[in-house]
């Protein structure tokens, strides 16, 4: 018998560090912060920051949804004549010239990619797709055959990319989806607007991902909480940010059973089959928000001692929550140690 459990992932995972809505929507802004928000990749964002100059909210709300809408015709798999959609759909063995946004965006997954040994790749979906995960929902796990079928049109590293002339070739029939980095991608592109436009203190989210700079409405650090995904512990870690961006894997609810068996949702690229490790949930922190979403997503897929291991050689800010028999566990690694709020 199969059992699903398929609860809309980015909404769990943007539970995990939104406790900061939660509280600052019980007060108001001082009069000189302003608070945006609406709906873009799917999901819902939220802004709030320190009016830059003579703009009203409405004007600002106009003007930022218009760079959204743009954004969304550059990466979005959803929209058919997007560029990513016109790219999915050129044959392998051409080049194209992308635009400086799409190609920014590939040349951050590439290097995550990389960094992860593949445990990070762009071209993941026909696995997604296979276990049941895509947009096609369906039960049942996939056998030896088909899984070997869909891992042959998988693979970060027949991508080439012109570093000089922004171009890109597929040297296989690829499809693309940037859906694990974008919402990340995104948060950069709007937090750098906003300082063009002479915002200095501002903290932009997105699905759940999230950067940040300067000074919050209380006048002090930016502040979030990661709440641990055992909804009764009721247990939040207080997190202090400076000028940095972060973002959290942890679709730990998103999966199906057979015959008493667990298939995660996160599926290894590398082996065509879900992860079967005990890592609930990854939190990273860099200043920029598309690499901490990318590397947030390879650290799901590698697990919590192989992450632990290339963050200390990568320095990189991360802070884990695993399942263990008795609960729920958390470690983290040493850059990540400054930005814990000590205990007063």
Not at 137 to 144: L, N, W
Not at 215 to 232: A, K, N, Y
Not at 241 to 249: D, E, K, R
Request: charged share 20%.
């Amino acid at each position: 018998m199969i059992s699903v459990v398929n609860f809309t992932p980015r909404l769990i995972k943007a539970a995990l560090v939104l406790l900061l809505f939660i509280l600052s929507a019980c007060s108001p802004a001082p009069p000189e912060y302003m608070r945006l928000s609406g709906m873009t990749m799917g999901t819902s964002y939220h802004i709030t920051l320190r009016n830059p100059g003579d703009w009203t909210a409405q004007s600002l709300q106009q003007a930022l949804d218009e760079r959204l809408a743009a954004f969304n015709q550059i990466a979005s798999t959803y929209i058919p004549d997007s560029e990513l959609s016109h790219l999915n759909a050129m044959p392998a063995g051409e080049w194209r010239t992308l635009t400086p946004m799409l190609f920014d965006i590939l040349v951050v997954s590439i290097e995550v990619s990389w960094l992860s040994n593949g445990a990070f790749d762009v071209t993941v979906g026909p696995l997604v797709d296979l276990w049941g995960f895509g947009p096609e929902k369906h039960e049942g796990t996939p056998d030896d055959v088909a899984i070997t079928k869909a891992l042959a049109e998988v693979g970060f590293d027949r991508i080439e990319l012109d570093m000089a002339e922004h171009k890109l070739k597929k040297n296989a029939e690829l499809r693309i989806d940037l859906s694990a980095v974008a919402k990340g991608y995104g948060v950069d592109a709007v937090a750098l607007w906003l300082e063009s436009l002479g915002s200095i203190d501002y903290l932009v989210e997105i699905g759940g991902e999230m950067r940040s700079a300067g000074l919050s409405p209380r006048g002090d650090q930016w502040r979030i909480g990661v709440e641990s995904p055992d909804l009764e512990a009721d247990k939040t870690t207080p997190i202090l940010l400076g000028n940095i961006g972060v973002a959290t894997s942890g679709d730990y609810r998103n999966y199906f059973e057979e015959n008493g068996v667990r298939y995660s949702h996160t599926i290894d690229p590398r082996t065509g089959r879900p992860i079967t490790h005990n890592l609930a949930s990854v939190t990273v922190l860099d200043p920029s928000c598309a690499f901490a979403d990318a590397m947030a997503t390879a650290f799901s897929v590698l697990g919590g001692d192989k992450t632990m291991e290339l963050a200390e050689q990568l320095g990189i800010a991360v802070y884990l929550i695993e399942k263990t028999e008795n609960g729920f566990s958390s470690r983290y690694s040493s850059s990540f140690a400054p930005y814990l709020e000590q205990e007063k």
